[in-house]
């Protein structure tokens, strides 16, 4: 535990899951190999598995037989049924060359086509949370492979988020309608065509016309989009009593009531931070950053109030009070953990220190304010709000922000509607948006209207349009079986749908990327929506085309999307173009741009005059004491799947879900200690009561959650909520509010497709229709007995010397030695050079630089020499190269570096920035062919995802953490990189412009090049995950699962295999199908078994933007070709929504990279190693309120401005030199003389310290002169 | 002992050793010769939809050069295949009266071999010409559009398909053949208004080899290149 003194993190611990915490021998072990334990065995250690978990579950070690199934005869039986399969696939494909065909385009030929290069067009994905995003979309000959963001879109700017970059598999997702269906009364379920449903249609609604629509309900996805909006007035037209419910599955409507109540009028609060005028914001619950529908413009924003460049920068400070732990929550200054009932309280307890001291606006409300009662509890630190205030009203008007999220009450959005008023907020840090009527009705509330229609018998026909009321529909409704009620129900839905399922007509739709259409961004900004191809399942009518049909005189005309959405742009262009003549021109103008520019700004609103509306709110306001273990409190969040819609994405439910890295699953979290006195906590999870946990280190009962067992495992609950009781495993997250629970939303699905089907759990049943918020109460939750596998990666991929891999200090250290550099003198071998302050922090400050003996021409860095400027005489040269003999050796360096010669590609991460949300994973994915393995896969440490983010807490308390921070890690191409040497085949070498190349046709897969990474970037196909259909079938299936035990979900679901196919001989296996290949990058190699694979900097954009260059003859001054900075970006830092990954050309003075590089919070990971890496890390820097941490931290109050960890009697002037003798026992370093003197230095331990003399005398055996700059 | 082994036995480990090695020999020589692309792949001709497109005749004898119908070769990584209204422009019906008839057969039986053009062209669908030059998958994107811009012609690579009735594989196209190239653009490269002349550009490749220098053309094409070809694993496979 000693090496916890030595984080560069305020010198707390570093720790990514409970067993690193404890450090326990396990982990160590864990740590040393390169997979977790048992992956690189086949299948029989699942047997033992079993045992295993069953001896951890009763506590008896002796269940565990511990004897080991995987013999040799289990090995030959396994083998010989393998090969016999093989022989007969081998049998039926010969050895023949690809026989290809060309397909040329015949009469009509577009004319931007250009075979072979790519087409980007813009457009736009409306999100189902309001807004839309607007979209850069690459096609190769028609065909869409990768969505990015729009770079003219004020949303996007160019960024996506992992729901934008993902929505392509909705495209191509193989489970998708294809076909209309029809339940025949008589004959059960019948495939139909939409010829047959017009006939139908005609029959049908023709009923209808002379009632008027009474009897006629439609139920569909609350859309920003103008011409649906026309489509809805043209229903309710010709049918004026039918009856039209627009819901969103996921919304907390008291935000609309709540500023109803403010200003008079249902508005949506949007952030607008700016560096110039944002230095307080606090956030009720409100995670900005992620799953909110302006996350792109919020985190964008939100890095720019962060970024420090210059030493006299500031940065805002962000308070968050929330009850899970959220992207916003890992990106705050300071953070209180609160039940959602307390988080209101909170609010209110900074209401009343405001209400008094800020005047204006808040006046009205004071006495209501006052008149609240707050049950006082030790959960709120009054503290922090007391401090709130103070810096709410230090920081001036219009210079903070109050934001509630969806947890919260109606009241309290109203009384941050105030605050914000009396604060000078509105139109500038926040600004507030009116909803039209349809996006401001209550959710829930409409649901529950239409239920109680359909209960009276009021509906005869339901059409739901897009949405899913059977899946996401709150429980006490109970639709379902209110669906079975109604007489007719048609379901018009692009993917697979639980209501499509259960009703008489099931209409396949177009995706938003096959159809026309518009939509509006939430900060008005108006987009069309375009077509990228055609509709992969003809025929198929998008939304507004089947609400056009039904409201058209005839089901058999033609409706025709394109006409309808000019219709309602030609109606509307005075508005939004400013005049009626001239449409043309305008429209294709927006088309090509993706938006209307001249959309009217809005003014800032006015609060409603008397406020006694929120006073009324504030009145009704109970407010209950912090829950208990026997009551929980619940807040419903979202995941990476959204609301249910991307539950048969792959790459998005293998995107390690926020804060507890848990894949596949949506666990209930819980805070270990709730999770521990209800006797829930994971399996491995040691403790037995409250006491443990307040001492843990004493108790010496280590935790073993991840390494204990082969997989990690939960215990099942039983959850009671509302009258719905379902049973879900429970999962621990520190820093989690104490007696509450969160339920995600969006898992459970039973008709998504062969990718989402069975994944988690589905919480829907356990909302009720009444709540406005995304929270309630009651939740009674006992544990069951039973356990069940749940894949957290956070353990994967572990690096060793965690204590220096992340680095982060306080706003005051970083203005104090920012700029300072260090030099450094070891006496050992001579060497004096400078670091920086990044540097500084981390081991480089008390190890001697490497310096490599042999003469390595890719050295650039601050230690080698010029090489250009290496003579045949060097002393420093090797002796076999000073050989005048090796003359062609020697003429060979003296023209220079390998990496002398522009471009030479790198890249830095800005860790201030960063906020975890994995965009860069998933848009890696995309861009990169990465194969999604499936749930047992990446238990096993499989998972491909290039791009990993690494989440970390500090402190030592598990249940409340100091702080969560993340650390995207990829390949970081070293230049003295450890791969490359022990490949015994050439496969990873390195390329002239400083990238670690991977060739796969070469690689033979020996895994040598893994093992030595010590970042643990480096990916293995275990099996053709690439290249054949996840969960898919293989011949012989039936007869197979006939004698193989039921293996319960081995890849992703298991409802569709019981064993899995990933082991079934690959020309048995269902080959990926033709839909899903067409997501594919043409230009990225689809990789096969038993090859290694890791980031490539995205080398085929280099080479294109490489080809473009040359051939449009772009040079620099000098008359070199080159690629000019900005002319191509790599695929993650296309998508980062903070821009805190920066890639370019390093050599280019005046590049981006070069000035992050040089940054002096810049640092490469591990460099003690001197691996040299092309991407470096930049140090998180954190503000937070000295006299919070003065009064709470004292530990990291006294190293807020002394952040390096050999404390102060270092003070590191410039210049000074620094002699460092880290590693005394007690802590206690002594500076030392620099006299070049050999000293009794230790580091680390001391077999590195042997090596390291051996390293010095043979310095001095090669005659490098002592004390000279190497 | 010798009756089990009669004295004669005692030349078969020589036998025995000898033919295994023979049989090593042939075994390594045979993969050597028999498994590598020059023999698998050099001479590749796939009969073509319709009787296939006369190379010889269009662009030997007519003289239309290669851009006529691979129109993007020179902007695109691939040398695209015409469209079908490529053919049509020139094959549809009584579109070539007015041409030489010294040089074009008219007899019906001739025009009735490109029906099938004009059959495509009227249902508005593709012919389906089969591929013969294809580098493996694992291979990216071979620019078309860099190597003629920095003086390929496509006689290295494809040899003279302006004399080819059927188009065949005239090179191997294994990487150790890219590899000759790339380390030695000097031997290959011509000038760029010359890639499309084959005929001249294989007198002067000739012309090189036998004497053993480099044009002068060469040396002109060489010095705009922005550097040497790359010879990285990186600039093709990835």
Request: proline fraction near 6%.
């Amino acid at each position: 535990m000693t090496p916890r003194t030595l984080s560069a993190v305020h010198g707390q611990a570093v720790w990514r899951s409970a067993d690193e915490l404890w450090d326990s021998a396990q982990f160590r072990e864990h740590l040393e190999r390169e997979f977790p334990a048992g992956m690189s065995e086949l299948v029989m250690r699942e047997r033992q598995d079993l045992a295993k978990d069953a001896a951890l579950l009763k506590n008896d070690p002796t269940l565990a037989t511990g004897k080991s199934f995987e013999n040799r005869r289990e090995f030959l039986k396994l083998m010989g049924g393998s090969m016999a399969l093989a022989g007969i696939a081998a049998a039926v494909p010969g050895c023949r060359r690809p026989d290809q065909k060309i397909y040329t385009y015949s009469k009509v030929v577009p004319e931007e086509v250009v075979p072979g290069k790519p087409l980007y067009y813009v457009t736009a994905m409306p999100r189902f949370d309001g807004g839309c995003e607007g979209l850069l979309v690459e096609t190769h000959e028609g065909r869409p492979t990768k969505l990015e963001g729009n770079p003219l879109h004020p949303m996007n700017q160019g960024k996506s988020t992992i729901w934008s970059l993902a929505s392509i598999m909705e495209l191509y997702d193989p489970d998708r309608a294809k076909f209309p269906t029809f339940n025949n009364p008589q004959r059960g379920k019948v495939m139909a065509s939409w010829d047959d449903f017009r006939a139908w249609g005609s029959e049908h609604f023709k009923a209808y016309d002379a009632k008027q629509g009474e009897g006629l309900a439609f139920l569909v996805e609350k859309s920003s989009s103008p011409t649906r909006a026309a489509m809805r007035d043209r229903i309710l037209k010709k049918w004026p009593k039918a009856t039209w419910t627009a819901v969103s599955s996921s919304e907390a409507s008291a935000e609309s009531a709540g500023t109803l109540a403010a200003f008079g009028t249902s508005m949506r609060s949007v952030t607008n931070f700016a560096k110039a005028h944002t230095k307080t914001i606090v956030s009720f619950d409100r995670d900005f950053l992620q799953y909110h529908a302006t996350e792109l413009a919020s985190a964008r924003q939100f890095a720019a109030t962060r970024l420090v460049v210059e030493t006299s920068d500031e940065m805002s400070r962000l308070y968050v009070f929330e009850s899970s732990l959220t992207a916003t929550g890992a990106a705050a200054d300071h953070r209180m953990r609160l039940a959602p009932s307390r988080v209101t309280a909170a609010l209110v307890l900074l209401a009343k220190e405001l209400a008094p001291r800020v005047g204006g606006s808040a006046g009205a409300i004071k006495a209501a304010v006052d008149a609240v009662q707050v049950p006082s509890g030790d959960d709120i630190d009054q503290l922090l709000i007391n401090e709130c205030a103070t810096e709410l009203l230090a920081a001036g008007q219009g210079q903070s922000a109050i934001l509630v999220g969806s947890s919260q009450p109606a009241a309290a959005h109203a009384l941050a509607a105030v605050l914000n008023a009396a604060l000078g907020n509105i139109g500038k840090s926040v600004r507030y948006v009116a909803m039209d009527a349809e996006e401001a009705g209550p959710s829930t509330a409409r649901l529950g209207v239409l239920s109680e229609q359909i209960k009276s018998g009021g509906v005869s026909t339901l059409v739901c349009i897009g949405t899913n009321p059977v899946y996401d529909a709150p429980g006490d409704l109970d639709f379902a079986g209110l669906l079975a009620k109604v007489p007719t129900t048609i379901t018009w839905h692009v993917g697979a749908s639980e209501t499509a399922e259960a009703s008489t007509w099931s209409l396949n739709g177009t995706s938003f990327l096959e159809a026309w259409g518009d939509a509006k961004s939430i900060d008005g900004t108006l987009s069309p929506i375009q077509p990228m191809i055609a509709p992969l399942y003809e025929p198929a009518l998008s939304e507004i085309e089947f609400l056009a049909l039904l409201s058209g005189k005839e089901m058999s005309a033609k409706v025709d999307g394109y006409e309808l959405v000019r219709e309602v742009w030609r109606g509307n262009a005075k508005e939004w173009f400013g005049a009626i003549t001239d449409f043309e021109p305008k429209w294709r103008r927006a088309l090509h741009d993706g938006l209307v520019t001249s959309v009217a700004p809005t003014t800032p609103p006015a609060l409603a005059k008397d406020l006694k509306d929120v006073v009324a709110g504030l009145g009704a306001l109970t407010l209950g004491a912090a829950p208990s273990s026997g009551s929980l409190e619940v807040a419903f969040t979202l995941g990476n799947v959204g609301d249910g819609r991307f539950a048969n994405v792959g790459w998005l439910q293998e995107l390690p879900a926020f804060g507890t890295r848990v894949v596949w699953d949506n666990p209930v979290l819980l805070s270990p200690k709730t999770a521990v006195e209800l006797g829930v906590a994971p399996l491995g999870f040691k403790y037995q009561g409250a006491s443990d946990l307040a001492n843990p280190f004493e108790t010496n009962k280590l935790n073993a959650m991840y390494t204990e067992g082969t997989y990690p495992t939960a215990r099942v609950a039983e959850l009671t909520l509302n009258g719905k009781t379902v049973k879900a495993p429970v999962w621990i997250l520190p820093g989690m509010a104490d007696n509450t629970a969160v339920l995600m939303l969006g898992y459970g699905r039973t008709n998504a497709g062969l990718v989402g089907d069975g994944v988690g759990v589905n919480f829907s049943p356990m909302r009720k229709s009444s709540t406005s918020t995304l929270a309630d109460a009651g939740l009674k939750l006992s544990a069951t007995g039973e356990t069940t596998m749940v894949v957290s990666t956070q353990n994967h991929w572990t690096m060793d010397g965690k204590d220096s891999v992340l680095r982060a200090v306080d706003l005051p250290a970083w203005k104090k030695y920012g700029s300072q550099t260090q030099e450094i003198v070891d006496s050992f071998y001579g060497t004096k050079w400078n670091i920086n302050f990044a540097e500084r922090l981390g081991e480089l400050s008390h190890t001697p630089p490497n310096i490599s003996i042999y003469d390595n021409p890719y050295n650039r860095s601050p230690m080698d020499a010029d090489p250009t400027k290496k003579k045949a005489n060097d002393p420093r040269l090797p002796s076999n190269v000073r050989d005048p003999s090796q003359a062609a050796v020697i003429a060979n360096r003296e023209q220079g570096a390998a990496f002398s010669s522009r471009p030479q590609w790198g890249m830095t991460i800005d860790q201030t920035l960063c906020t975890g949300c994995g965009a860069c994973t998933i848009a890696c994915q995309a861009e990169n062919n990465i194969a999604v393995v499936g749930k047992k896969e990446t238990a096993k440490g499989r998972e491909m995802a290039w791009i990993r983010v690494d989440r970390y807490f500090t402190g030592d308390d598990l249940n409340n953490p100091g702080a969560c921070m993340h650390q995207p890690v990829a390949c970081v191409h070293c230049e003295n990189a450890p791969c490359e040497v022990v490949c015994p085949v050439n496969a990873t070498i390195h390329g002239p412009e400083g990238l670690n190349y991977m060739t796969y046709n070469r690689c033979i897969g020996t895994r040598y090049c893994a093992n030595n990474c010590p970042y643990k970037v480096r990916r293995y196909n275990w099996f053709d995950y690439g290249v054949t259909k996840f969960n898919g079938g293989y011949y012989f299936k039936d007869a197979v699962e006939a004698v193989a035990p039921d293996r319960g979900g081995i890849t992703g679901s298991g409802e569709h295999n019981k064993i899995n196919p990933n082991l079934i001989p690959p020309r048995l296996r269902d080959k990926l199908d033709e839909i899903s290949k067409m997501q594919k990058n043409p230009d990225v190699t689809v990789r096969s078994r038993g090859v290694m694979e890791k980031c490539t900097y995205c080398v085929q954009r280099i080479n294109a933007a490489k080809i473009e260059c040359k051939l449009a003859g772009l040079k620099d001054k000098d008359g070199h070709y080159v690629v000019p900075e900005g002319f191509f970006q790599v695929a993650c830092q296309q998508a980062c929504p903070s821009n805190a990954i920066v890639f370019g050309d390093i050599l280019d003075e005046q590049s981006k990279v070069t000035a992050t590089r040089r940054h002096a919070r810049s640092y490469a990971l591990l460099g003690y190693l001197n691996t040299r890496p092309r991407t470096s890390h930049m140090v998180r820097v954190m503000n937070p309120n000295p006299r919070i941490l003065q009064a709470r931290d004292p530990e990291r109050f006294a190293r807020l401005e002394e952040p390096f960890h050999h404390g102060a009697h270092h003070g590191g002037h410039e210049g000074e030199s620094h002699e460092h003798m880290p590693g005394s026992e007690d802590g206690t370093h002594e500076p030392a003389e620099s006299s070049g003197e050999p000293k009794a230095h230790t580091f680390f331990d001391t077999r590195k310290q042997r090596e390291d003399r051996g390293y010095a005398m043979s310095l001095r055996v090669l005659s490098i002169p002592q004390g000279g700059q190497a | 002992v010798s009756v089990l082994f009669p004295k004669w036995t005692n030349v078969l480990p020589t036998v025995f050793a000898m033919g295994a090695l023979g049989g090593a020999v042939a075994a390594i020589g045979g993969f050597w010769y028999y498994a590598t692309p020059k023999f698998w792949r050099v001479g590749y001709m796939p009969t073509q939809p319709g009787g296939g497109f006369n190379h010889q005749l269009h662009a030997g004898k007519l003289g239309m050069d290669c851009r006529y119908c691979h129109t993007k070769v020179e902007k695109s990584y691939e040398a695209n295949i015409p469209n079908v209204a490529t053919c049509y422009g020139c094959h549809g019906a009584g579109k070539l009266k007015k041409m030489d008839q010294s040089v074009i057969d008219y007899s019906p039986t001739h025009v009735a071999k490109t029906e099938f053009i004009r059959e495509a062209f009227a249902q508005d669908a593709s012919i389906p010409w089969r591929r013969v030059h294809k580098v493996p998958d694992y291979v990216h994107n071979f620019p078309h559009h860099v190597h003629l811009n920095a003086g390929m012609s496509c006689y290295s690579c494809h040899g003279r398909i302006d004399t080819m009735p059927v188009v065949f594989h005239a090179e191997p196209m294994s990487m150790s053949w890219c590899l000759d190239c790339h380390r030695a653009p000097e031997k290959s490269v011509v000038p760029k208004e010359k890639v499309t002349n084959l005929a001249w550009v294989q007198d002067e490749l000739t012309k090189r080899k036998e004497t053993g220098t480099v044009g002068v053309d060469a040396q002109r094409v060489l010095e705009t290149l922005q550097k040497a070809p790359p010879a990285n694993c990186g600039a093709c496979h990835y």
